[in-house]
C-alpha cells in the first residue's frame, strides 16, 4: 500500500483522486486544497450550470480546440475523451444533455450535481480530503516526496500536481523548483474593449456569420459576435482571444480587429449580390432595402460608416460608394483598447512546459513521481467544454498511472 497526493481539489484534482484510488483500491489517496472549498470553478462553471465536456468525438476534431495543447492532448484523447466523459458521469447518476450548439451540460442544469457525484464517490472510494493545507514546496526524500505548507507535514510515495491556472509566473516558483520549465502565464478567454467605438451603441446585437482578424497578424476567429456595450464579444471574439492570448498580451491589448460582418459571403459573391440588388430594389432607398441578414440598426450603422447617405437610391449607388460599402462589409476596422472577462469564465495559458510530461501517464520527465493534470500544464482550450474535458482527460491518466506505479 502507498500513499498518493493531489495537491489541489479542482477538477483535475478530483478526477485524478478517483482514479488513482479505482487504479489501486489499498492505496491512501488523499487531496490537499489550499483553500476551505473544492471544487470552486466547477461550481460557477457554465452559469453555475457546468459545461462538462462537448460532443465533439471526433479526436483529431477535439484536439483542434486547443490553442495550447493540441497534439499533447491528441495522443491523450485515445485513451480518455468525450465519450468517456460522457460515460464516466452517466454511469455515475448524472445524466447529460447535449445542446444544437454542441456543448454538454447535467441533465440538472445545475453544477451542484457533478460536485455531489464528486464528493459521494471521493466517500464510496475513501479519498481522503483536506482542507486548508496548501503545499509550497516539493522535496525528494529517499525515493519519496516531503511535502510541506503552512499546514502540511506530510510524506508520500507519489505526487499529482492539479493546482490549477496560476496568473502570476511566481504561483508557479515552487515546481520550478523542481526542474520543471515554466511557460509565462497569460490570459485567454476575453472580449475587446472598444472605448473610442460608436458601434457599443448597439449592444446587444448579434450577428451570426462572422470572421474577424487582427490586423498585422494572421489571427483569425469565427462565428457569431455580440456587441456589447463596451465593445465586442461571442464566439467569434472568444476565439480570437485564446489563439492570440500571448500576441494580444505582447500588444499590450491594443490593437485593430477588422470585422467581416457577411463571413458567407466572399467579394465577388458581393459584387454579384450587390448589382442584383440595384436592379431588383432600385427604386428603394439603400437604407430601407437591406438585401443582408445584418439587423436594420446595424446595416444603417454600416451604411453611416460607409458614408452613404439616407436619401440614396440603390439605382443611385455609384462605383466609389459601392467599394467603399463593400469595404465596410468586408473589412470594417475597430480600435481595442483593453480587455474583459467573458461571464468571469477565463483561463490562463501557459504553465508547466509539455515538453517536459509524458503523455501516456503524465508523468514529469524531470521528477519521476510526479505527475501533472489540469490547467496547471500549458494546455488550454476554447469554450465549450473543452476544458473540462482537459481536466478530465489528464486527471484520469494521471491518477490511474499514479496508481498502477505503486502496485
Ligand atoms: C467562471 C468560470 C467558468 C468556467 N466554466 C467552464 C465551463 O463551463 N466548461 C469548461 O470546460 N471550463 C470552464 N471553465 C474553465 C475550467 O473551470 C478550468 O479549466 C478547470 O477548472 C481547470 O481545472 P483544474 O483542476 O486544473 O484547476 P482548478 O479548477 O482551478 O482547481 C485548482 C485547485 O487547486 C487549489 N490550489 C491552488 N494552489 C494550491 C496549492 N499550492 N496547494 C493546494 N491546493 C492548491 C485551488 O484552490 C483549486 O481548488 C470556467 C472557468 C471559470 C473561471
Known sequence: MGKIAVIGGGAAGFFAALSAKEAGKTHQVVIFEKSSKVLSK????????????????????????????????KKAFHEFNTTHTIQ??????????????????????????????????????????????GIDTIQSVDGKFQLNGPNVDEVVDRVIVTIGGQPKLT????????????????????????????????????VEETTVKIEGTKLMGKGPLLITHWG???????????WGARILKEKGYEYKALVNWLDACNPEELAILLTETKGS???????NA????????LWKYLLDRAGI?????????????????????????????????????FVT???????????????????????????????????????????????????????????
Open 42 to 73: 466547477v461550481k460557477v462553471s457554465g452559469g453555475g450550470r457546468c459545461n462538462v465536456t462537448n460532443a465533439c468525438a471526433d479526436i483529431g476534431e477535439l484536439s483542434k480546440h486547443y490553442p495550447r495543447g493540441e497534439r499533447f492532448l
Open 88 to 133: 464516466w458521469f452517466e454511469e455515475r447518476g448524472v445524466p447529460l444533455k447535449t445542446y444544437p450548439d454542441n456543448c454538454i451540460f447535467p441533465v440538472a442544469n445545475d453544477s451542484r450535481v457533478v460536485i455531489d457525484c464528486f464528493l459521494h464517490e471521493s466517500t464510496r472510494l475513501g479519498v481522503e480530503i483536506r482542507y486548508s493545507s
Open 171 to 206: 504561483g508557479l516558483n515552487w515546481l520550478a523548483n523542481l526542474g520543471h520549465t515554466i511557460i509565462d502565464p497569460v490570459p485567454s478567454l476575453f472580449t475587446f474593449n472598444m472605448p473610442n467605438e460608436t458601434i457599443r451603441e448597439l449592444m446587444g446585437t448579434v
Open 232 to 242: 465586442m464579444s461571442g464566439p467569434a471574439i472568444l476565439q480570437l482571444s485564446a
Open 281 to 287: 430594389q432600385a427604386e428603394k432607398k439603400v437604407y
Open 290 to 297: 437591406n438585401p443582408f441578414p445584418l439587423s436594420n440598426r
Open 309 to 345: 447617405n439616407d436619401s440614396i437610391k440603390w439605382k443611385e449607388l455609384g462605383p466609389k460608394q459601392q467599394n467603399r460599402l463593400v469595404n465596410t462589409l468586408l473589412n470594417d476596422s475597430y480600435e481595442v483598447i483593453g480587455k474583459t472577462t467573458f461571464k468571469e469564465e
Open 349 to 407: 495559458a501557459g504553465g508547466v512546459d509539455l515538453a517536459e510530461i509524458d503523455h501516456q501517464s503524465m508523468e514529469s520527465k524531470i521528477r519521476k513521481g510526479i505527475y501533472f493534470a489540469g490547467e496547471v500544464m500549458d494546455i488550454d482550450g476554447i469554450t465549450g467544454g473543452f476544458n473540462f474535458q482537459a481536466a478530465w482527460t489528464t486527471g484520469y491518466i494521471a491518477g490511474k498511472n499514479a496508481g498502477i506505479s505503486l502496485d
